[in-house]
């Protein structure tokens, strides 16, 4: 059984490349298929979802620069490519019987649903799961940002990181053998030893408005339901 208590709404938060899957590049619809089914599970349990997508699968900002790209419309760019990824993973979602609704950051229909909280809000009281794309729908502030601005609108009860990686370390894992995992962390200490777990911004978003993060690895099947079953996965940070 799910402990609703702790977890009655959560933002979950997913990096582009995760859904290029073991292509390299663009969607993997497998990939989708995989995280769609995660995440159905969950919302059938009566946990209220609301998702934030990268875009570094298709198109990030910041690489356009050196290809001579304008820093603001590399950034459009990018939400651009973020709403593609909305878009498949709420059709994946809608293949496996739940109902979504796309929101963007930026006037878009019919495309999506321009966002604000409270249509937010009345739409995962219905029960579906809210896709927020577009990041804020400003150039210069990331998908990351993006997503601690919707965590903290939509008062979850936590932002949780699906990565790559099943927690933060003490270094990059993929680089350094020695590194060690943290259970529990906090914002001061990830400021303090400079680790990279979201950027500055949307860390400090995360703190001043006490939502706990939660980075886990989202490719280990079933991670996302033990994680909100109450089984001690990832890490968590907290202020």
Known sequence: MMTKEKYHRVLLKLSGESLQGKQGYGLD????????????????????????????????????????VDRVKGDQMGMLATVINSLGLSSALESCGVSTT????????????????????????????????????????????????????????ALLK???????????????STATKYDTITFDEIYTQGLRVMDLTATTMCKENNIPLVVFDMDTPGNLTRLLSGEKIGTTVTC
């Open 102 to 157: 796309v929101m963007t950051a930026i006037q878009m229909a019919p495309i999506g649903r321009f966002y604000n909280k409270w249509d937010a809000l009345a739409e995962l009281e219905k029960g579906k799961v809210v896709i927020c794309s577009a990041g804020t729908g400003n150039p210069y502030f990331t998908t990351d940002t993006g997503a601690s601005l919707r965590a903290v609108e939509l008062e979850v009860d």
């Open 162 to 176: 699906g990565t790559r990686v099943d927690g933060v370390y003490t270094a990059d894992p993929e680089k350094d």
């Open 29 to 68: 619809p497998e990939k989708i298929k995989t995280y769609a089914q995660e995440i159905a599970e969950i919302t059938k349990s009566g946990v209220q979802v609301a998702i934030v997508i990268g875009g570094g699968n298709i198109f990030r900002g910041l690489s356009g620069l050196g290809e001579g």
